[in-house]
């Protein structure tokens, strides 16, 4: 017996029926960074471990649990692209992106490989998109790269989110708040004889000396409980964290976002200071973060370039059609000839006739091709009602119809089939097609 292959857990195949709503996602994406200025950057699907390892921090989930190692043949060790900012930096700083002293504006469109559990917004495989803006730590800009998320769902017609920010502090405010967590979480942790209590997942209790903020991003309900009482880091920003906090929030004002703060944003990666934000829909479940992103100033030279302050955000696609359809708010359209050509025959239509309109049909075809037109035509069908049978299966907008006096007199027939009205065209001036 034949084997049947399957599409491996945790992907799937974006089907023809579907890939227009992904491919429309994505234009209006393209749109909307570009007109922030923001330019494209591809990076290669994989990339030196290190790179994550470095970026992301080893106590992330990430690093820990969900990246696709593997080594070449020379025994180096690479993983596939898990997120999509480490990337982009380390190709910033090899290709010296910022030499010229100006903010570096990076949007991204590709596909990330984590290995997780794979259920509804969450795959092994999965499209993200992203932008980048390096070079500046004014805090307009962390406003700004918030405003063009914004921007994106609202574009695309989404009314069901809400925008969560906070500020995690900088390097020197962020010891004191770890402290306040420390201290905080450990009669949850530690029993009085100092064994572990199973109060809290066993991840958490790593976190716990790795990095405390962690315990604030965990997903397990009983941990979560916990860290509902847990200290504000608003409570522990030093006065320059505190006055970037609230620069952001009065662009966001200018700007015209909404928002509400959340002190409990941390963020699921290390490299993240001072401004952290999400966007949420409350209507997806568990999974119901369309994406966020913050500020990361200490990054590009933790991975070996100057110290360069940056801002960004990514999302995914695939929760954000979820999003779309859920609202009934998708707004891209099929993909529909504009026109259907036609070939009238009849049973007194000699082989000569039949030949000069298959001939006029394909001119005309390739002419509309050429000129960026979608237009169809099925050379097999040969009676008039399977013609027209098939395209009203694909949705024309318009029929043009070459039959026996349409060849004749060197004209077409040109039906609306939306509205049923037919007028003529000389074929001298299909330019106006």
Same mark, same amino acid.
């Given at each position: 017996?034949?084997?049947?292959?399957?599409?491996?857990?945790?992907?799937?195949?974006?089907?023809?029926?579907?890939?227009?709503?992904? $491919?429309?996602?994505?234009?209006?994406?393209?749109?909307?960074?570009?007109?922030?200025?923001?330019?494209?950057?591809?990076?290669?699907?994989?990339?030196?471990?290190?790179?994550?390892?470095?970026?992301?921090?080893?106590?992330?989930?990430?690093?820990?649990? $969900?990246?696709?190692?593997?080594?070449?043949?020379?025994?180096?060790?690479?993983?596939?692209?898990?997120?999509?900012?480490?990337?982009?930096?380390?190709?910033?700083?090899?290709?010296?992106?910022?030499?010229?002293?100006?903010?570096?504006?990076?949007?991204?469109?590709?596909?990330?490989?984590?290995?997780?559990?794979?259920?509804?917004?969450?795959?092994?495989?999965?499209?993200?998109?992203?932008?980048?803006?390096?070079?500046?730590?004014?805090?307009?800009?962390?406003?700004?790269?918030?405003?063009?998320?914004?921007?994106?769902?609202?574009?695309?017609?989404?009314?069901?989110?809400?925008?969560?920010?906070?500020?995690?502090?900088?390097?020197?405010?962020?010891?004191?708040?770890?402290?306040?967590?420390?201290?905080?979480?450990?009669?949850?942790?530690?029993?009085?004889?100092?064994?572990?209590?199973?109060?809290?997942?066993?991840?958490?209790?790593?976190?716990?000396?790795?990095?405390?903020?962690?315990?604030?991003?965990?997903?397990?309900?009983?941990?979560?409980?916990?860290?509902?009482?847990?200290?504000?880091?608003?409570?522990?920003?030093?006065?320059?964290?505190?006055?970037?906090?609230?620069?952001?929030?009065?662009?966001?004002?200018?700007?015209?976002?909404?928002?509400?703060?959340?002190?409990?944003?941390?963020?699921?990666?290390?490299?993240?200071?001072?401004?952290?934000?999400?966007?949420?829909?409350?209507?997806?479940?568990?999974?119901?973060?369309?994406?966020?992103?913050?500020?990361?100033?200490?990054?590009?030279?933790?991975?070996?370039?100057?110290?360069?302050?940056?801002?960004?955000?990514?999302?995914?696609?695939?929760?954000?059609?979820?999003?779309?359809?859920?609202?009934?708010?998708?707004?891209?359209?099929?993909?529909?000839?504009?026109?259907?050509?036609?070939?009238?025959?009849?049973?007194?239509?000699?082989?000569?006739?039949?030949?000069?309109?298959?001939?006029?049909?394909?001119?005309?075809?390739?002419?509309?091709?050429?000129?960026?037109?979608?237009?169809?035509?099925?050379?097999?069908?040969?009676?008039?009602?399977?013609?027209?049978?098939?395209?009203?299966?694909?949705?024309?907008?318009?029929?043009?119809?070459?039959? $026996?006096?349409?060849?004749?007199?060197?004209?077409?027939?040109?039906?609306?089939?939306?509205?049923?009205?037919?007028?003529?065209?000389?074929?001298?001036?299909?330019?106006?097609?």
């Amino acid at each position: 017996m034949a084997v049947k292959y399957t599409v491996p857990r945790g992907t799937q195949d974006i089907l023809p029926k579907d890939s227009y709503k992904w $491919e429309y996602m994505e234009m209006v994406f393209r749109k909307v960074a570009k007109s922030y200025g923001y330019q494209e950057i591809n990076t290669p699907v994989f990339e030196q471990t290190e790179v994550f390892e470095r970026s992301a921090g080893d106590s992330t989930d990430i690093v820990q649990k $969900e990246m696709y190692r593997f080594q070449d043949k020379k025994g180096r060790n690479f993983a596939l692209r898990p997120e999509g900012t480490a990337p982009v930096i380390r190709s910033y700083i090899e290709n010296n992106l910022g030499s010229e002293g100006h903010i570096t504006k990076l949007f991204y469109i590709e596909a990330m490989f984590r290995y997780d559990r794979p259920q509804s917004g969450r795959s092994r495989q999965f499209s993200q998109f992203g932008c980048e803006c390096i070079g500046t730590n004014h805090p307009y800009y962390d406003a700004e790269n918030i405003t063009v998320f914004w921007t994106y769902l609202k574009t695309l017609g989404l009314k069901n989110f809400v925008v969560e920010i906070n500020s995690i502090g900088c390097s020197e405010c962020s010891e004191t708040y770890n402290t306040a967590l420390k201290d905080y979480f450990k009669k949850f942790i530690f029993l009085p004889n100092n064994e572990i209590s199973d109060l809290v997942c066993p991840d958490c209790q790593t976190r716990y000396d790795k990095n405390p903020k962690r315990l604030l991003d965990c997903k397990i309900p009983k941990c979560k409980e916990i860290s509902k009482e847990a200290p504000s880091m608003l409570d522990y920003l030093d006065d320059k964290c505190k006055t970037h906090f609230s620069e952001v929030q009065k662009y966001l004002d200018i700007l015209k976002v909404p928002y509400v703060i959340n002190p409990k944003i941390v963020r699921g990666l290390d490299y993240y200071t001072q401004t952290a934000f999400e966007f949420i829909n409350y209507n997806l479940g568990s999974q119901n973060a369309l994406g966020g992103g913050g500020r990361y100033d200490g990054l590009i030279k933790q991975m070996g370039g100057k110290d360069t302050p940056a801002v960004g955000f990514a999302g995914g696609f695939s929760r954000l059609l979820l999003s779309l359809i859920n609202e009934n708010s998708f707004q891209g359209d099929c993909p529909r000839p504009k026109y259907y050509i036609v070939c009238a025959n009849d049973s007194s239509a000699n082989d000569e006739n039949v030949s000069s309109k298959l001939t006029k049909a394909l001119e005309l075809l390739i002419f509309l091709r050429n000129k960026g037109i979608y237009a169809e035509f099925d050379i097999e069908k040969i009676s008039l009602k399977a013609q027209l049978k098939n395209a009203n299966r694909l949705k024309a907008h318009h029929v043009i119809i070459i039959g $026996e006096e349409e060849l004749a007199k060197n004209y077409l027939t040109l039906k609306n089939m939306n509205t049923g009205e037919q007028t003529t065209l000389d074929f001298d001036k299909i330019d106006e097609l």
